[in-house]
């Protein structure tokens, strides 16, 4: 069944089917450096049983594709038990540089993998289909379609922890570009900072990130914190080394997503990570100094995103459900 329209003239990726059949499933993963987040998701979107799997990135590239594997048919043998249907279709969110077009996984440095052709063996081994998506990507899909961005047709998903990085949606469709969309944090904000490991000096990542508050602080200050929580607390307890550090990772996001929200026309900012834990202590002067910035571009709403961690797995889960054709049900 075509998809509904969007009012731009493309389908709706939000949409669901007017009809399905109720016992349809498909399975979702999300990976990162450390763990797997896997879920299985009905067809009302409804996440039936949720898991988590160890990745072996010391075992190396290819053992983490057998892994990745082996977490979606233990997911896929959950179904019967729910009164579900073998699943459809699997979605699979991975971090790095990401061919979805291709599903490939271009690079990624935490996993060390190169062009791994991720959706070819994994289609094979499952005899399913399967779709392919940037980590980040798929957690600003999942919070454009299910979370803090619903109903919006252009939003800007911004993820603040050990890096940074966005998804874009434009005329409700995530922006790609080959897999390179999206790179926020390395945006050079302060031309002779500090050098990043990309090789540019003064990237975003290394001003305003999670990990790059913490670090600045330190530094400046000579008393460790365990991560930017703790800086965010002596914020509020008046400690004025921290107030700096906190006011230029404001000040530098604010630079760019002014010129984001200027270029994309974006309706709704969606901040999440581990620095949008610190709320209103981000968000209220983010909203406000990015409002003061912009004169006749769309003045967007700033919100924290309502997913948290499982947004990227849910993402993977709408990534499957495209793939699916979704027929009526006689």
């Given at each position: 069944m075509t998809e509904p329209a969007h009012p731009s003239g493309r389908p709706d990726p939000a949409a669901q089917p007017d009809a399905f059949d109720p016992r349809s499933c498909v399975l979702a993963l999300d990976v990162g450096g450390t763990s797997m987040k896997g879920a299985l998701v009905d067809a009302e979107r409804r996440v039936r049983t949720r898991r988590s799997f160890p990745t072996p990135v010391a075992a190396g590239p290819q053992a983490v594709i057998d892994q990745i594997g082996t977490a979606f048919e233990t997911l896929a043998a959950d179904a019967p038990g729910l009164g579900l249907d073998a699943p459809a279709a699997a979605g699979l969110a991975v971090p790095g540089i990401v061919d979805e077009a291709r599903g490939v996984a271009v690079t990624a440095a935490n996993i060390g993998w190169h062009?791994?052709?991720?959706?070819?063996?994994?289609?094979?081994?499952?005899?399913?289909?399967?779709?392919?998506?940037?980590?980040?990507?798929?957690?600003?899909?999942?919070?454009?379609?299910?979370?803090?961005?619903?109903?919006?047709?252009?939003?800007?998903?911004?993820?603040?922890?050990?890096?940074?990085?966005?998804?874009?949606?434009?005329?409700?469709?995530?922006?790609?570009?080959?897999?390179?969309?999206?790179?926020?944090?390395?945006?050079?904000?302060?031309?002779?900072?500090?050098?990043?490991?990309?090789?540019?000096?003064?990237?975003?990542?290394?001003?305003?990130?999670?990990?790059?508050?913490?670090?600045?602080?330190?530094?400046?200050?000579?008393?460790?914190?365990?991560?930017?929580?703790?800086?965010?607390?002596?914020?509020?307890?008046?400690?004025?080394?921290?107030?700096?550090?906190?006011?230029?990772?404001?000040?530098?996001?604010?630079?760019?997503?002014?010129?984001?929200?200027?270029?994309?026309?974006?309706?709704?900012?969606?901040?999440?990570?581990?620095?949008?834990?610190?709320?209103?202590?981000?968000?209220?002067?983010?909203?406000?100094?990015?409002?003061?910035?912009?004169?006749?571009?769309?003045?967007?709403?700033?919100?924290?995103a309502t997913l948290g961690d499982q947004a990227g797995c849910l993402g993977a889960a709408l990534l499957a459900e495209r793939l699916i054709d979704r027929a009526p049900v006689h």
């Open positions: 062009d791994a052709p991720l959706v070819s063996v994994l289609t094979e081994r499952l005899g399913i289909p399967v779709a392919l998506g940037h980590d980040v990507r798929a957690g600003g899909l999942a919070e454009n379609v299910l979370g803090a961005g619903a109903g919006a047709s252009d939003s800007l998903f911004i993820a603040l922890g050990t890096g940074i990085a966005a998804s874009l949606i434009v005329d409700g469709r995530p922006l790609v570009a080959g897999g390179y969309a999206g790179e926020v944090g390395h945006v050079i904000v302060e031309p002779d900072g500090e050098p990043c490991p990309c090789g540019a000096r003064g990237c975003l990542e290394r001003v305003a990130s999670a990990a790059a508050v913490a670090r600045r602080y330190s530094e400046r200050s000579g008393r460790t914190v365990s991560g930017a929580a703790d800086v965010a607390a002596l914020v509020q307890a008046g400690d004025e080394v921290a107030r700096a550090v906190w006011d230029e990772a404001v000040a530098a996001l604010v630079t760019v997503l002014h010129t984001a929200v200027t270029l994309l026309g974006s309706e709704v900012v969606i901040v999440g990570g581990g620095l949008a834990e610190a709320e209103d202590l981000l968000l209220a002067p983010l909203a406000e100094q990015l409002d003061k910035r912009l004169t006749f571009q769309r003045h967007p709403r700033v919100v924290r």
